[in-house]
Each structure stands twice: as C-alpha cells, then as structure tokens.
C-alpha cells in the first residue's frame, strides 16, 4: 500500500526532517508511527499525501510513484486517502452531516449517495444521533470521530492519523485508536503517528519509529 524507497527529505537551510527512510505498509496492515517531536513524523505522512515531494527517493501508494504524479492529479491520488488531523478542523457554522459530507460535494456525488455515505460513516463512529448538531456542541472526543467519519466517507483503502489522541484523555484516546482498529479489521489500511507509547504497546501493532529523521523498526513480542 506505501513504500518508501531510501527517501530524504530536506527543507530549505539544509534542514534534513528525513534521511534515507525505507519501510513498506502491506496492504491491509495496521501501524504506528513514532518519535519525539521534530523527528519526521508530520513530514513523512506529507510525502503520502503530497503536500510535500522528497528530495531523493522514491515513494509509492497503492502502486502509483507519487514522484511522477502531476499536479493535476494529485486530487485523484488524495480522494483515496483518509487524512485525520490532531485537531480535525471542523466548520463550527455548518451541522455535523455537513461537515461529514464536505469531501463528497467537493468530488461531484448526488444528494441521495451523499446522504448515504454521510450516515453510513456517522454510525460507524457512534455519531448517528448528531447529524443535525454544531460541531461546537460536542465534546472533544466527539469532534474528533466527526473527523473520523469525514476521513473515511469516500471509502479510502489508506487511512492516515497525525496525533489524533493529543488533545483526548486515556480512555477517549483507546475510544478513537479502537475506531481505527475497526476499520482497519474490513481492510482498511492505517497508519498512526502517535506520542503515545503506552497506546502503541497495547494495540501489539508494528512500530515505526523515527529519530532525527532516520527510521528503525519495532515489531511486537508474541507469547507462545
């Protein structure tokens, strides 16, 4: 699904936030991505997204080479990825189902599959009730699983998480991470970066942790 092959990335100054990374996300694996902050972590889901391009290397999603993508296309590449942010970016002047159906208005689908969508994705996060309510009347975790469900509304085989716990408590942050988990079980695949190392630890996912730029590879201890 991603593949990064020897990938720098080196902002002007000379600052390298990435240095020769190399991993591959199997389609339909879950992971985490760690490290402290300033490691890379925000960088490397930019290059999958292609808000930035690398420096040196190659990167590939779901087979496509996103240095010879143009463009013109990069919206295309985009529609398949779900992209969920620390703080979801909610419009607080539209209603919850608005918010939800913002990536399907802007790709062109009808009013009938948008309301199909929109509440097919707003019960997977436990949000079927709130369709008609301010994103500004919700708590916390609330908004978060808004963002959640407009992430996941155009059906993405990726899905991408920048710090979605930072801003919950424990319990919220295992409610949210456990979303993730569910639609990573149907074949979703996923891809956390995290803080949160006790989080990591529980799920028993593969961790990839990035320091100064430079990526090393935890997998889980399995018992016998």
């Given at each position: 699904?991603?593949?990064?092959?020897?990938?720098?990335?080196?902002?002007?100054?000379?600052?390298?936030?990435?240095?020769?990374?190399?991993?591959?996300?199997?389609?339909?694996?879950?992971?985490?991505?760690?490290?402290?902050?300033?490691?890379?972590?925000?960088?490397?889901?930019?290059?999958?997204?292609?808000?930035?391009?690398?420096?040196?290397?190659?990167?590939?999603?779901?087979?496509?080479?996103?240095?010879?993508?143009?463009?013109?296309?990069?919206?295309?590449?985009?529609?398949?990825?779900?992209?969920?942010?620390?703080?979801?970016?909610?419009?607080?002047?539209?209603s919850v189902f608005d918010n939800v159906a913002l990536p399907l208005t802007i790709s062109g689908f009808?009013?009938?599959?948008?309301?199909?969508?929109?509440?097919?994705?707003?019960?997977?996060?436990?949000?079927?009730?709130?369709?008609?309510?301010?994103?500004?009347?919700?708590?916390?975790?609330?908004?978060?699983?808004?963002?959640?469900?407009?992430?996941?509304?155009?059906?993405?085989a990726l899905l991408l998480a920048d710090e979605p716990t930072g801003n919950l408590d424990p319990d919220?942050?295992?409610?949210?991470?456990?979303?993730?988990?569910?639609?990573?079980?149907?074949?979703?695949?996923?891809?956390?970066?995290?803080?949160?190392?006790?989080?990591?630890?529980?799920?028993?996912?593969?961790?990839?942790?990035?320091?100064?730029?430079?990526?090393?590879?935890?997998?889980?201890?399995?018992?016998?």
């Amino acid at each position: 699904m991603i593949r990064f092959d020897e990938v720098s990335k080196r902002y002007p100054g000379g600052i390298e936030a990435l240095s020769r990374v190399s991993f591959e996300l199997a389609e339909g694996e879950m992971v985490f991505l760690t490290g402290h902050s300033g490691a890379g972590k925000s960088t490397l889901m930019k290059l999958v997204i292609l808000i930035e391009r690398t420096s040196q290397g190659q990167v590939f999603v779901n087979g496509a080479n996103l240095n010879r993508i143009p463009v013109r296309q990069i919206p295309a590449i985009r529609r398949n990825i779900g992209v969920v942010f620390q703080n979801p970016h909610l419009l607080f002047d539209r209603s919850v189902f608005d918010n939800v159906a913002l990536p399907l208005t802007i790709s062109g689908f009808g009013p009938r599959e948008v309301g199909r969508r929109v509440r097919a994705a707003l019960s997977k996060v436990g949000l079927a009730d709130k369709e008609r309510m301010r994103p500004v009347t919700l708590s916390g975790g609330e908004q978060q699983r808004v963002g959640i469900a407009r992430a996941v509304v155009n059906k993405p085989a990726l899905l991408l998480a920048d710090e979605p716990t930072g801003n919950l408590d424990p319990d919220l942050s295992q409610e949210v991470i456990n979303l993730f988990a569910q639609f990573n079980q149907v074949g979703v695949s996923v891809m956390i970066a995290t803080h949160d190392l006790g989080l990591v630890e529980r799920m028993g996912k593969r961790e990839l942790v990035l320091r100064q730029g430079q990526l090393t590879e935890h997998r889980p201890v399995r018992l016998i």
